[in-house]
T-cell receptor, first 117, second 117 residues
Framework: DADVTQTPRNRITKTGKRIMLECSQTKGHDRMYWYRQDPGLGLRLIYYSFDVKDINKGEISDGYSVSRQAQAKFSLSLESAIPNQTALYFC????????????????FGPGTRLTVL | AQSVAQPEDQVNVAEGNPLTVKCTYSVSGNPYLFWYVQYPNRGLQFLLKYITGDNLVKGSYGFEAEFNKSQTSFHLKKPSALVSDSALYFCAVRDGGLTGGGNKLTFGTGTQLKVEL
């Protein structure tokens, strides 16, 4: 979905390096999410933010941190990357309000493929 | 806790034949159910959702899903498969009885659909 962009699209790094993945959205949504996708494991939630001042841990937050710089921007950091963080990372957004938007239909970015050597 | 199971890692079907991708769920309250599709090198795209009402939900690209409360299932179906339907399909659930920090989607592990000529 072109309304949700992620940079970089691909990144190869070494163990111990600090990495930041960035997500921007033009959908005007308050809620943003970071997931990682691993083969056979589906999508697992790392962190989520319901507004700029609200950040919450997901099911696999260890080794990750996030920053919600603005409504439209949500960054994911790996403070000291390790090989088992090699995965495909997705950012997603959703709305909350009246009508169907309150049912958390999520819109995904194209993903960042991260390889940690 | 909420959970989703997709019992088949892969489903193979001939073009023109009907297809079914299975999903079962577990939530404490009322389920909000979703299907997403992921094409190669792309993010997830929303297909359809069930919130309430008619048990047969119609979505994008000719897909539909049937909600069965007694069997806690939400199987994805299409009457006539196309080669272009080949992709990875994810079922997701949210507990409609939860708000705030509980307002998150849980995804299944995904089912790879392969449609052959």
């Amino acid at each position: 979905d072109a309304d949700v962009t992620q940079t970089p699209r691909n990144r190869i790094t070494k163990t111990g390096k600090r990495i930041m993945l960035e997500c921007s959205q033009t959908k005007g949504h308050d809620r943003m999410y970071w997931y990682r996708q691993d083969p056979g494991l589906g999508l697992r939630l790392i962190y989520y933010s319901f507004d700029v001042k609200d950040i919450n841990k997901g099911e696999i937050s260890d080794g990750y941190s996030v920053s919600r710089q603005a409504q439209a921007k949500f960054s994911l950091s790996l403070e000291s990357a390790i090989p088992n963080q090699t995965a495909l990372y997705f950012c997603a957004t959703s709305d909350y309000g009246s009508g169907s938007g309150r049912f958390d239909e999520q819109f995904f970015g194209p993903g960042t493929r991260l390889t940690v050597l | 806790a909420q959970s989703v199971a997709q019992p088949e890692d892969q489903v193979n079907v001939a073009e023109g034949n009907p297809l079914t991708v299975k999903c079962t769920y577990s939530v404490s309250g009322n389920p909000y159910l979703f299907w997403y599709v992921q094409y190669p090198n792309r993010g997830l795209q929303f297909l359809l959702k069930y919130i309430t009402g008619d048990n047969l939900v119609k979505g994008s690209y000719g897909f539909e899903a049937e909600f069965n409360k007694s069997q806690t299932s939400f199987h994805l179906k299409k009457p006539s498969a196309l080669v272009s339907d080949s992709a990875l399909y994810f079922c997701a659930v949210r507990d409609g009885g939860l708000t705030g920090g509980g307002n998150k989607l849980t995804f299944g592990t995904g089912t790879q659909l392969k449609v052959e000529l």
